[in-house]
């Protein structure tokens, strides 16, 4: 069964604007990935947060996570046309098996 | 290219059939993992090695899947009497063991089966 529920279950922006993306999960973990998956390809992984991380960076990249509210988001910064993809977070509870929610597709317009 | 394999690509075959998927991992990762994804979900947890020992399976692996991973690198998964059910994306995944019992899994480009 799918733990994550990312919201919105899609988003079209303009190039250049911001797009972020919600995760909400159901169990304690020990970390939180978020990937990225361009049509019919294989995943992408993009950040890890581990459950005492509250933010990370990387690139245009911005991850939070807040284990009170079980809940993730991933910021995307001034968007381009190759961000159009899925993107999904994941959950890692016991160092073995991850969890994906259902994703997010975005759709970054020229 | 250092990357997860995995072959076929695409993979046609007709219900009742035998398939083998094949998944060649990064090659010092000791941890290999096998997931389904069907079309607009994200993937579902199949199975795990580390080494060559299969040490977790999910309900969804009902007993015409099997998996291996013989001598601790490559790993196949095998499905028999295919039904039209079966039909997705198999992703490989692996990843290193490494002083945090948690690492980056890396994923392969996967196979897409189509059950007719």
């Known amino acids: 069964s799918q733990q994550g529920e990312e919201d919105p279950q899609a988003l079209s922006i303009q190039e250049g604007e911001n797009a972020t993306m919600n995760c909400s999960y159901k169990t304690s973990i020990n970390n939180l990935q978020w990937y990225r998956q361009n049509s019919g390809r294989g995943l992408v992984h993009l950040i890890l947060i581990r459950s005492n991380e509250r933010e990370k960076h990387s690139g245009r990249l911005r991850v939070t996570l807040d284990t009170s509210k079980k809940s993730s988001s991933l910021l995307i910064t001034a968007s381009r046309a190759a961000d159009t993809a899925s993107y999904f977070c994941a959950t890692d509870l016991r160092g073995s098996r991850l969890t994906f929610g259902e994703g997010t597709q975005l759709t970054v317009n020229p | 290219d250092t990357g997860v394999s995995q072959n076929p690509r695409h993979k046609i075959t007709k219900r009742g059939q035998n398939v083998t998927f094949r998944c060649d991992p990064i090659?010092?990762?000791?941890?290999l993992y096998w997931y389904r994804q069907t079309l607009g979900q994200g993937p579902e947890f199949l199975t795990y090695f580390q080494n060559e020992a299969q040490l977790e399976k999910s309900r969804l692996l009902s007993d015409r899947f099997s998996a291996e991973r013989p001598k601790g690198s490559f790993s196949t998964l095998e499905i028999q009497r295919t039904e039209q059910g079966d039909s997705a994306m198999y992703l490989c995944a692996s990843s290193p063991q490494g002083v945090m019992v948690t690492d980056t899994q890396y994923f392969g480009p996967g196979t897409r089966l189509t059950v007719l």
């Open positions: 090659s010092e990762h000791n941890r």
